[in-house]
């Protein structure tokens, strides 16, 4: 120990007592929203230290949020029945399919500051049809992003841009294809997507949420080079409470535009979510509709139009705080201008 020779207060030196082997300062400050700094550093005759002090002040527009876990995972496991796995016409023989599914998001969170964090999230999904005859159908999907999350105080506002790419691979057990899958031998590469996204989340009270949301892909069919392009989206959502039931209302619209020119389509999309918490129970239900217009005439000299409409009701149960159990009904029709491309289906 030695005396202290001088103290200084984020770069503002403070008065100290001669010969002082301790000392405490009260210094004048308006606390600003949010983390605020306090650097002291002090100077002895044998040597200096430097430490910081945070203070925290929170405001209706301004908390302090629960930090993220380092790591997540997520593990969700399917069996779903399809009365019309191969969505023919309504006219024609239907196939019906049982298919069990993996899916696995894993994430890293690295916290910057308060209003910063760096996410790196994984996304893989696997399927697997009881029917031999539906094997064609069964996929592997394997995306990586990385996001960049920012907290904007005006409106309590939180804005996220992402990076990232994903490949699809198609089961393809006679190896018709020499464009294999690195991880799994029996698929062939069918689509290998890049993109990019930018969304704003805005919570204007504590029970209402706005957010906006636009992408960016660039698609590249790995065996059709006429289905490379790419798919702009950008959508609007609103989540709010309203006669005891939680509702989430969400539009957007996506503009694709392919190499084959008669792919090209906007397609418009709406959905309402109604969200009603019973006895524990968590039930849901939700109606989607898009409407697709295609840009050009097809082989056949028409312009395809497509309405598809999907009703949707469910349950889930949190048996614990990491397992939760649901179950869903899911009934689809399309309607087009083409013929046989009309189709119903119950999931």
Known sequence: FSPLRSVSINGKIQAVPKGAFEASFAIPYTLEAGENNFEVEAVSVLGESMEEFVVFLETDLVKR??????????????????DNALSVDSDSSKTTGTKSSLILVPGCNFTLDHDSRIAVKGLLVGDRYQETDLRSQEI????????????????????????????????????????????AGGYK????????TFSVKTTPSEIMTWTTKLEHRLKDNVEDDTSDGQAN??????????????????????????????????????????????????????????????????????????????YTLGVSYPI????????????????????GDDYVKNT
């Open 189 to 196: 590469q069918y689509t290998q997507d890049t993109f990019g």
């Open 233 to 310: 989206t950008a959508s609007v959502s609103l989540k709010f409470p309203a006669l005891g039931w939680q509702h989430t209302t969400t539009v957007g619209l996506v503009i694709t535009d392919l190499t084959d020119v008669t792919e090209d389509k906007t397609e418009t999309k709406g959905s309402h979510k109604l969200a009603v918490p019973v006895l524990g129970i968590s039930g849901t239900a939700q109606v989607d509709l898009v409407r697709a217009s295609y840009a050009s005439e097809d082989s056949t000299g028409v312009v395809p139009k497509k309405i598809q409409q999907t």
């Open 65 to 82: 949020e629960q930090p993220k876990p380092p790591f997540t995972m997520v593990v969700l496991a399917s069996v779903a029945s399809d």
């Open 320 to 339: 614990a705080s990491w397992f939760i159990l649901g179950y869903s009904l899911k009934h689809q029709r399309q309607s087009s201008n083409l013929v």
């Open 140 to 183: 592997i999907l394997k995306q990586l992003s990385t996001e960049w999350v920012e907290k904007l105080y005006v409106l309590r506002s939180e804005a996220t841009l992402g990076l990232g790419g994903n490949t699809i691979s198609l089961r393809d057990d006679d190896r018709a294809s020499t464009l294999r899958d690195a991880w």
